[in-house]
């Protein structure tokens, strides 16, 4: 896996794809700097008129429904019509699934579209697999670990890849697993981490047709890059700037000294 991590890095460094993110306020700025920072080219178009276009010409699109309003679900919904019908790779992100019934009532619209990847935290992912939780907003109030078979249930029955970020992250066609151990705990003081790493994976798929390890390669890289940036950082504010930094910097040993990727044998 960890040749596969680095072959994909250097394509996207080399072709650095355009990623069509309609994503949330809060995280623009964070999430175009972290595709620059990684080698890809950041666009965030949401108006109705000109989604479609922006789509026929990305290669890989980020939905990520954290701050939502009628308009933005139009250009979503319009977004990855497109992108299915160009056969573009689409990822969703259910920032806050459960919270709300409008919310809930989005997802579903969404997830008729069938993308191709999901990415999400526990809390999340078990809302989308129709587990009975509790959810707190957009945070997570469970556990990778105790949203897996949720994962797997819901990778089978969408036909995507699903990825549950946490301390472990995990990524699941349904069937197989891999885990990835990478990260710091500094991370979860920063807004916006979740919704970077799904920007990143959608870098990566706009590289690598198998999508399974586009997401792999995106966590991997992206827990990489906050564990290097933990260590020379005093707090939320210095990590952040430093995270830019080290994704910037990765390098091919890193990932082979410090990735801690394998696949789950139960």
């Not at 650095?16 to 700025?29: D, K, Q, R, W």
């Not at 990305?58 to 992108?83: H, P, Q, R």
């Not at 047709?209 to 890059?225: E, H, I, N, P, R």
């Not at 005093?234 to 910097?249: A, H």
Request: aromatic content about 6%.
């Amino acid at each position: 896996m960890k040749e596969s991590i680095i072959k994909n890095l250097k394509l996207v460094r080399e072709k650095s794809p355009l990623v069509h993110s309609i994503t949330n306020y809060v995280v623009m700025n964070n999430t175009a700097n972290a595709l620059l920072a990684l080698g890809a080219s950041p666009v965030m178009a949401h108006a109705k008129l000109e989604v479609a276009d922006m789509v026929n010409i990305a290669g890989a699109l980020a939905v990520n429904i954290g701050t939502l309003d009628e308009f933005w679900v139009d250009s979503m919904l319009l977004a990855v019509k497109e992108a299915n019908e160009r056969d573009t790779p689409w990822i969703l992100d259910p920032v806050g699934a459960g919270a709300t019934a409008y919310r809930n009532e989005t997802l579903t619209r969404l997830l008729s579209f069938k993308p191709n990847v999901i990415r999400g935290n526990a809390s999340e992912i078990m809302s989308l697999a129709k587990a009975n939780v509790q959810t707190k907003g957009v945070d997570s109030t469970h556990s990778s670990d105790d949203a897996l078979s949720y994962g797997m249930q819901l990778a089978k029955e969408s036909g995507a890849i699903v990825c549950i970020s946490g301390a472990t992250d995990f990524v699941t066609d349904g069937n197989k697993v891999v885990e990835i151990a990478n990260g710091h705990e500094l991370m979860g003081k920063v807004t916006g981490m979740g919704c970077t790493a799904t920007a990143l994976i959608a870098a990566f798929m706009a590289v690598e047709k198998d999508y399974f390890q586009a997401t792999v390669s995106g966590m991997t890289l992206m827990g990489l890059s906050g564990e290097i940036a933990a260590k020379n950082s005093t707090g939320p504010g210095t990590l952040q700037l430093n995270f830019y930094d080290s994704l910037y910097q990765l390098e091919d040993r890193h990932v082979n000294q410090l990735a801690k990727v394998k696949h789950r044998e139960d």
